[in-house]
């Protein structure tokens, strides 16, 4: 009788959280329009990839006048139903930095043996409410640490005391928050990060190391 070959071992879940900023501000040239457009493109890309080391899962926080809330529990991207943001109030960052670490620490969201997750934080702004106790709690977390961090600021009123925000949020000098100074640029940027992870997903490593900064450049030129 012959012998049954092994099952190949499923893939790990390789989650993506989006912190998006959903401010009145974003309502302001197309900044959100663009968001939801970018986010919806990034998850139908994920959706067709079939990889046999990663699974994609996509969740994104949201930020505004209802404060910080699970806009999307992070599912696997050929599971989801996109379902725009809507926009309002202030910038509550340090209230979606907590709604973070506690969803990272779920182990029934986001299984234990799943890759360190990529957090993108979107923003056009400074934070209104107290961040940096948030954040350090973040970085002190087993995943939120671990984590590959980026973040991108969008419009041109935003300050390099904006940017310094969004530097604390990557907590590694290595890479910096990049500026889409003209909305556009937005698209742009989720297009290269969506290969990046694809990628990723694809030789079953994720790390920083990892990440095409030149292909990014390339993309915003």
Request: aromatic share 6%; no cysteine.
């Amino acid at each position: 009788m012959p012998l049954s070959r092994p099952s190949a071992a499923p893939p790990r879940a390789l989650p993506v959280i989006v912190l998006a900023d959903v401010s009145g501000s974003m309502t302001q040239l197309r900044k959100l329009e663009t968001l939801n457009e970018s986010i919806a493109t990034m998850i139908r890309s994920f959706a067709a990839e079939r990889p046999v080391r990663g699974e994609i899962q996509v969740g994104v926080v949201a930020f505004g006048r209802q404060g910080a809330v699970l806009h999307q529990p992070p599912v696997p991207a050929a599971d989801l139903e996109w379902s725009d943001l809507r926009a309002g109030g202030r910038t509550p960052l340090g209230a979606a930095l907590d709604l973070l670490t506690e969803l990272l620490a779920d182990e029934k969201v986001i299984p234990r043996n799943a890759f360190m997750p990529t957090l993108i934080l979107v923003s056009d702004g400074k934070p209104t409410d107290e961040w940096e106790e948030p954040l350090r709690r973040l970085l002190a977390s087993p995943r939120g640490g671990k984590a590959i961090r980026l973040a991108v600021g969008i419009g041109q009123d935003m300050d390099d005391d904006d940017f310094q925000v969004l530097r604390a949020f990557i907590a590694d000098p290595s890479i910096e928050p990049q500026r889409a100074d003209q909305v556009h640029l937005l698209s742009r940027y989720f297009s290269w990060l969506t290969m990046s992870v694809s990628r990723q997903a694809r030789v079953g490593r994720q790390s920083s190391a990892e990440i095409d900064f030149d292909e990014l450049d390339e993309f915003l030129a």
